[in-house]
């Protein structure tokens, strides 16, 4: 898992908001830690940070593109771990490389199937 640039780049949690049913919440039974998350309708939340006019996960440390990883990696909510998951290897769909062009990075390298 090392490898994978997924857990190092940083940039789609930097990028894009990301809401989340409540149930996720570790109150409500799920994973998501309550203090990341803020209500945004009913049953609806949003991880603190990405609704910022500029996103930032506040669970996202280090420096995007440089060394970056997710705090809460294990905990992350559905929308977390179903980015990119479309994508050959789960990695480099558009919103991949979107979010890495928004930071000045390269696309991911195509790998192998």
């Keep these: 898992m090392s490898d994978n640039p997924c857990i190092r780049c940083g940039a789609c949690c930097a990028s894009y908001r ?3 049913a409540q149930e996720e919440l570790q109150s409500e039974g799920g994973c998501v830690p309550d203090s ?3 209500p945004l309708v009913a049953g609806l939340m949003r991880l603190r940070g990405t609704d ?3 996103p930032r996960c506040a669970a996202l440390v280090g420096t995007v593109g440089v060394q970056a990883h997710c705090g809460i990696y294990e905990w992350r909510p559905g929308p977390c771990r179903e980015f990119g998951a479309r994508a050959p290897h789960g990695i480099g769909d558009d919103a991949c ?3 890495r062009a928004w930071h000045g ?3 991911l390298p195509s790998l192998p199937r």
């Design 105 to 107: 990075l390269p696309p």
């Design 18 to 20: 990301v809401d989340f």
């Design 52 to 54: 910022h006019a500029r």
């Design 36 to 38: 990341l998350a803020v």
């Design 97 to 99: 490389t979107q979010a």
